[in-house]
DNA sequence: TCGATATTTCTAGTTTTATGGGAGGACAGT
DNA sequence: ACTGTCCTCCCATAAAACTAGAAATATCGA
C-alpha cells in the first residue's frame, strides 16, 4: 500500500461519524447492516449519513448490496488489514528502513 | 482507547504530509529528527510544516525536545501502538463485539 | 549586546469538509 | 399505475483545514 492510499484511508476512518459507521459495520459481521440501520443508531439526517457512507465507500473501506429496498453495508476486512499492515511495516516497528532510507547520510 | 480519541489520531495521520512527517520520525528511530531536517526532506514552507507539526503534537502521536538552537521530534511509539490496537480490536476482528457485550477479562 | 540560525506565531486567502433540507430514483406490494 | 419506503443526489451554508508570507521568539556564539 502506497503512502497516500494508506492517507486516504486514514483520513476517511478519522471522523467520529465514519468511525462509528465502520465500527458498527464491523460488529453486525458478514451480514452488514442496512444504512436505515445505521440511521437509527447514529441518528444523523439522512443526506449526512449518505454522504459519509460514500466516503467510506469510495476508498473501498466499506461495501454496499441491494437487498430489495434497502441497500446494505459490509465492511471490506481485507482493505483494513492492508491499512494495519501498513501502520505496523512503516508507522511501528524502530526499524522501519524500508527500502529507500539506507542510503542515507 | 476511546473512539473520539481514535478518530482524532486517524485524522492526524489522514493527510499525506503529517504521513510523510510521522514516518520520517519512525525511520530516524530513537534520535529523532530536527523540524529543519523534516523541512529538507518535505520541501514545503515552515510556517506549513509547523502547523503539521504541531497537529501531530496535540494528539500525542510525536514530542519535541529543544537541542540548542534545534528542536528535535520523536515519534511515540506508545500512543501508535495504541492506535493499531484500537483498530485491531474493533475494527478488524469480524467478531468484534468488544467491549460493551462481553467484557469476559 | 549584536547577529545568525532555527522555528513558531500571526494573519489571510483559498479550498475542502460537514451538515441537512428537499427533490428524485429504485423497489415491493397492491 | 399508484403508493409507501428506502436511500441517494443536488443544493446551500457554515465551519474547518491547508497553505504560506511576514513578523516574532528562542538559542547560541562572537
Redesign the pocket.
Known amino acids: 500500500m502506497k503512502l497516500d492510499d494508506a492517507a486516504a484511508h486514514l483520513?476517511a476512518l478519522g471522523?467520529p461519524?465514519?468511525l462509528k459507521i465502520y465500527r458498527a459495520l464491523i460488529r453486525a459481521g458478514r451480514a452488514g447492516l442496512?444504512?436505515?440501520?445505521l440511521?437509527d443508531k447514529l441518528k444523523?439526517?439522512?443526506?449526512?449519513?449518505?454522504?459519509?457512507?460514500?466516503?467510506l465507500l469510495v476508498v473501498g473501506l466499506i461495501t454496499?448490496v441491494?437487498e430489495?429496498?434497502?441497500?446494505?453495508c459490509h465492511a471490506n476486512y481485507g482493505v483494513m488489514r492492508e491499512l494495519v499492515g501498513f501502520l505496523v511495516a512503516e508507522c511501528c516497528t524502530e526499524s522501519a528502513e524500508t527500502a529507500d532510507a539506507k542510503t542515507a547520510a
Open positions: 483520513e471522523n461519524t465514519r442496512p444504512v436505515g440501520r440511521q444523523i439526517a439522512p443526506s449526512t449519513l449518505s454522504h459519509h457512507i460514500k466516503a454496499q441491494r430489495g429496498t434497502t441497500l446494505v
